[in-house]
């Protein structure tokens, strides 16, 4: 079984940066596509950000523009660059591997932004 394992959030101020981290325990960006999702408090999960196995890259339309995704397959890790970050931002963020109906996930990693 793969492990997903997110690092890097943290509390920072409106209009400041993060990088978030996840780690695979082997390589599968070959094949999957990875995404990061996160969830706020009483609101649904929602994707973030996603790269397929070849590169294509998909983010909703609150982050275009602030946050980028990407991946190191040399090191099995996937990267969300996060800036302009907002009050809006604030959540546990999720690292998503998906293969057709399956899907795995990481532990999650907290991000907020407050003054």
């Known amino acids: 079984q793969v492990q997903l394992v997110e690092s890097g959030g943290g509390l920072v101020q409106p209009g400041g940066s993060l990088r978030l981290s996840c780690a695979a325990s082997?390589?599968?960006?070959?094949?999957?596509?990875m995404g990061w999702y996160r969830q706020a408090p009483g609101k649904q999960r929602e994707l973030v950000a996603s790269?397929?196995?070849?590169?294509?890259?998909n983010y909703v339309d609150s982050v275009k523009g602030r946050f980028t995704i990407s991946r190191d397959n040399a090191k099995n890790t996937m990267y969300l660059q996060m800036n302009g970050l907002k009050p809006d931002d604030t959540a546990v963020y999720y690292c998503?591997?998906?293969?057709?109906?399956?899907?795995?996930w990481g532990q999650g990693t907290q991000v907020t932004v407050s003054s």
């Open positions: 998503n591997a998906r293969l057709t109906i399956t899907a795995l």
């Open positions: 082997r390589n599968i960006f070959s094949i999957y596509t």
């Open positions: 790269i397929t196995s070849g590169g294509t890259t």
